[in-house]
């Protein structure tokens, strides 16, 4: 009877994790325009005014694309996982991109998205939901 129970337990669990990650997959799912990025080793903050570039990133169900001034400059595929930081120990919800280069992220109550690099030096970037976008369940559908 115990065997039962933890197996029964253990594929709740499962199913839970899951679902967290796919509702965490499909709140990033859009096109976010940037606002800015704070840190590398001097701690600058750069905007699309100070660097005169314009930077979107398209989020999909299975990548990531970055464009500068409408130019894709990369694509990566991704997949969302619940990790420890290295730079404070804690877990967080993160994007793990095939590159192996990973950001923690959260979306904030004025549907902010703030990406920061898991890593010393990095920087934390944020984006703004673009406007006038498909509705979500348009665009899941539709992928």
Aim: include cysteine; hydrophobic fraction near 35%.
């Amino acid at each position: 009877m115990k065997k039962l129970f933890l197996l029964l337990f253990l594929v709740w669990a499962i199913s839970c994790e899951r679902q967290d990650e796919n509702s965490a997959k499909e709140s990033l799912i859009g096109n976010w325009e940037w606002i800015s990025s704070t840190g590398g080793i001097d701690g600058r903050t750069e905007t699309p005014v100070s660097i005169g570039k314009q930077v979107k990133i398209v989020i999909t169900k299975d990548s990531v694309k970055v464009y500068e001034n409408s130019v894709l400059k990369q694509k990566n595929s991704y997949k969302i996982s619940r990790e420890k930081s290295v730079l404070d120990n804690k877990i967080k919800d993160m994007i793990i991109y095939n590159s192996g280069f990973r950001d923690s992220f959260m979306i904030d109550s004025q549907n902010q998205l703030h990406l920061i690099g898991d890593c010393f030096d990095c920087f934390a970037s944020l984006y703004k939901k673009a406007e006038n976008q498909p509705s979500q369940a348009r665009q899941i559908a539709s992928f």
